[in-house]
């Protein structure tokens, strides 16, 4: 597989050269991975703020292209840096962590720094904490801190955590906690067999009743520590961090004695990873700083860095969102707020009532079949495929681009680029194996008409005309709603997972002002939420479910209509399609 990765950059006729944060770490892992340099492009950016970049040699960088932003391929201009490009330029990986990945698979002798289950840093930024703090939280820490005074000492009142960034705490934090090991009764066993007089070695340590009590219990007893970032293994997140925390020891370089008490875990990591080969040599060879510390006469250890701390820090590695169950009382008590709010659900007649597509005409690669979908979906498939082509085919105008969000297989955008030939649709999908299983259908219909984009919402900003979203889970929803609305793009969507709705990072609910100025709170939506996943008919609370997912769909319809939008709410043909079966539609403001 061959990648051409481009990097985001600044640079002149005195060869000066800068990179962002995330190009210089791109940088280094493709060093450590021996990505060949002549695949590397640097674009010229005027956009790039020096002062929140790191200055590289060029000479390092010899085999490398340099090009001009006006010479690389026009849609990048609409992307977020890095980028990586496989095939004809018409898949197009986004992201940090996306792009990284990428250059880790085209290297197969480093495949292991994608873990075991090969899923290291694969998830969204929206979805696994470790690739947000990887992607978006240590980069712009590191552009905050080179832009920041350093002071000298700690005094007036000032302390070393309100100076230190977050990010550093969080990682100094997250060594405190016992790693997260997946086959940790294996790893806990092997520690045993290298200490003297281990037990015999247990064939299978899943099957607990079989295994001797001894051994067993010894293994119990036997506490896991941090060797790096994710627990034993060196994988592709400790390479990620090693030349953020590296970029930060320069910047305190002058202070470090200020630091080193509330950093000592992270450090004595960083200086294990240094030990890790090829590791100092990919720093030195892309111009990042190598600090070899001395750690031997470190204070005793300190179990708590709440006695430092002036706020409560969130762990990296969030628990995952806790179902939890709500008396009937307390969603009868949301369901009456939101009626005394005279907030009206509206449903429209469906488009669709009378369009049946004639599958059995279209080449195969176009029937949600070849898409690895079950057998037993094919039928509800194509009957949610119709639905939301028929509002496409309403408001779309030819030369349209449309873009088909959370694509997945590619079973709603490939449709509508082989029966609307006359507009560009673009694939937008963050799985790596959905993405690759779209793109091979595209090639056996031989359509030239999409582009696909391997990557997270946030990082792709092109122009569009209408957005489309099958099925996006909780947030994704939302997401694509916003991008929509930020595009004046007009928009086709059917949500689904409602009960894994949640504040994030870049959305908080409810959606609209109608919903926030009727006094309906976070906490009111949670409740509203977790009634809207139960919709199935075979449950006794379906028909609240189905009130409340229609209530969730107005605040995101309120949201659009206030930025002049004409929607409507309508159930897909025939309801029993889908128990998420509603279809949210937006006429962008400049088409009404």
């Given at each position: 597989?061959?990648?051409?990765?481009?990097?985001?950059?600044?640079?002149?006729?005195?060869?000066?050269?800068?990179?962002?944060?995330?190009?210089?770490?791109?940088?280094?892992?493709?060093?450590?991975?021996?990505?060949?340099?002549?695949?590397?492009?640097?674009?010229?950016?005027?956009?790039?703020?020096?002062?929140?970049?790191?200055?590289?040699?060029?000479?390092?960088?010899?085999?490398?292209?340099?090009?001009?932003?006006?010479?690389?391929?026009?849609?990048?201009?609409?992307?977020?840096?890095?980028?990586?490009?496989?095939?004809?330029?018409?898949?197009?990986?986004?992201?940090?962590?996306?792009?990284?990945?990428?250059?880790?698979?085209?290297?197969?002798?480093?495949?292991?720094?994608l873990g075991q289950k090969q899923n290291c840093l694969k998830a969204c930024a929206e979805v696994s904490s470790w690739t947000r703090f990887c992607e978006v939280q240590m980069p712009s820490a590191i552009e905050t801190c080179l832009c920041r005074v350093r002071p000298t000492c700690f005094s007036d009142g000032l302390r070393a955590t309100e100076i230190i960034p977050d990010e550093i705490l969080?990682?100094?934090?997250?060594?405190?906690?016992?790693?997260?090991?997946?086959?940790?009764?294996?790893?806990?066993?092997?520690?045993?067999?290298?200490?003297?007089?281990?037990?015999?070695?247990?064939?299978?340590?899943?099957?607990?009743?079989?295994?001797?009590?001894?051994?067993?219990?010894?293994?119990?007893?036997?506490?896991?520590?941090?060797?790096?970032?994710?627990?034993?293994?060196?994988?592709?997140?400790?390479?990620?961090?090693?030349?953020?925390?590296?970029?930060?020891?320069?910047i305190w370089r002058d202070n470090f004695d200020l630091i080193l008490p509330y950093v000592k875990k992270s450090l004595i990591w960083y200086n294990r990873a240094l030990a890790v080969p090829r590791v100092k040599d990919a720093l030195a060879s892309t111009s990042l700083p190598v600090f070899d510390l001395e750690l031997n006469n470190l204070p005793e250890e300190d179990n708590s860095l709440s006695a430092h701390f002036t706020r409560k820090l969130p762990h990296i590695r969030n628990s995952e969102k806790k179902k939890v169950k709500y008396a009937q009382k307390a969603v009868e008590e949301v369901l009456l707020k939101i009626q005394a709010s005279k907030i009206e659900v509206q449903p429209e007649a469906n488009p669709a009532a009378n369009l049946h597509l004639p599958w059995g005409d279209y080449p195969s690669s176009v029937h949600p079949k070849d898409g690895d979908l079950p057998v037993k979906r094919y039928e509800k498939k194509c009957q949610q495929l119709e639905n939301l082509f028929a509002a496409v085919k309403d408001i779309a105008h030819a030369?349209?681009?449309?873009?088909?969000?959370?694509?997945?297989?590619?079973?709603?955008?490939?449709?509508?680029?082989?029966?609307?030939?006359?507009?560009?649709?673009?694939?937008?999908?963050?799985?790596?194996?959905?993405?690759?299983?779209?793109?091979?259908?595209?090639?056996?219909?031989?359509?030239?008409?999409?582009?696909?984009?391997?990557?997270?919402?946030?990082?792709?900003?092109?122009?569009?005309?209408?957005?489309?979203?099958?099925?996006?889970?909780?947030?994704?929803?939302?997401?694509?709603?916003?991008?929509?609305?930020?595009?004046?793009?007009?928009?086709?969507?059917?949500?689904?997972?409602?009960?894994?709705?949640?504040?994030?990072?870049?959305?908080?609910?409810?959606?609209?002002?109608?919903?926030?100025e009727s006094n309906i709170s976070y906490e009111d939506f949670c409740i509203l939420i977790h009634v809207a996943d139960q919709t199935q008919d075979a449950i006794s609370q379906a028909e609240t479910g189905r009130l409340a997912m229609k209530y969730v769909d107005t605040d995101r319809l309120n949201l659009a209509e206030s930025h002049g939008y004409r929607t409507t709410l309508c159930t897909l043909i025939p309801p029993s399609c889908s128990p998420k079966n509603n279809l949210l539609t937006g006429i962008a403001p400049k088409r009404i």
């Open positions: 597989m061959i990648v051409h990765v481009y990097l985001e950059s600044s640079f002149d006729e005195q060869n000066t050269v800068y990179v962002s944060i995330a190009s210089a770490v791109t940088l280094f892992v493709g060093e450590f991975c021996m990505f060949p340099k002549h695949c590397i492009y640097l674009v010229n950016r005027i956009s790039l703020d020096r002062t929140r970049s790191v200055r590289v040699d060029r000479a390092t960088l010899r085999e490398a292209h340099f090009i001009q932003e006006d010479s690389a391929p026009p849609s990048f201009k609409y992307c977020t840096f890095p980028v990586a490009v496989t095939g004809s330029e018409r898949i197009i990986h986004l992201g940090l962590c996306s792009v990284l990945r990428l250059t880790v698979k085209s290297r197969d002798e480093f495949t292991y720094l969080q990682l100094e934090s997250h060594f405190l906690t016992p790693p997260v090991v997946s086959n940790s009764c294996k790893r806990k066993h092997e520690i045993l067999k290298s200490r003297k007089g281990a037990p015999k070695p247990m064939s299978d340590c899943s099957n607990r009743s079989e295994v001797n009590c001894d051994s067993l219990n010894k293994c119990d007893n036997i506490e896991l520590e941090h060797i790096f970032i994710e627990g034993l293994d060196f994988i592709l997140t400790d390479l990620v961090l090693i030349p953020c925390v590296a970029l930060i020891l320069s030369d349209d681009t449309i873009v088909d969000f959370c694509s997945g297989g590619g079973h709603l955008g490939l449709l509508l680029a082989f029966l609307l030939p006359k507009c560009k649709v673009v694939l937008v999908e963050n799985k790596e194996e959905s993405l690759s299983r779209a793109t091979s259908r595209m090639e056996a219909l031989g359509l030239t008409n999409v582009v696909a984009f391997q990557s997270n919402l946030d990082y792709f900003d092109m122009p569009f005309d209408i957005g489309v979203c099958l099925h996006g889970c909780g947030v994704a929803t939302d997401l694509v709603l916003q991008k929509c609305l930020d595009r004046s793009a007009s928009f086709v969507l059917c949500p689904c997972c409602y009960g894994a709705i949640q504040n994030t990072h870049t959305m908080t609910y409810p959606r609209s002002r109608l919903f926030q």
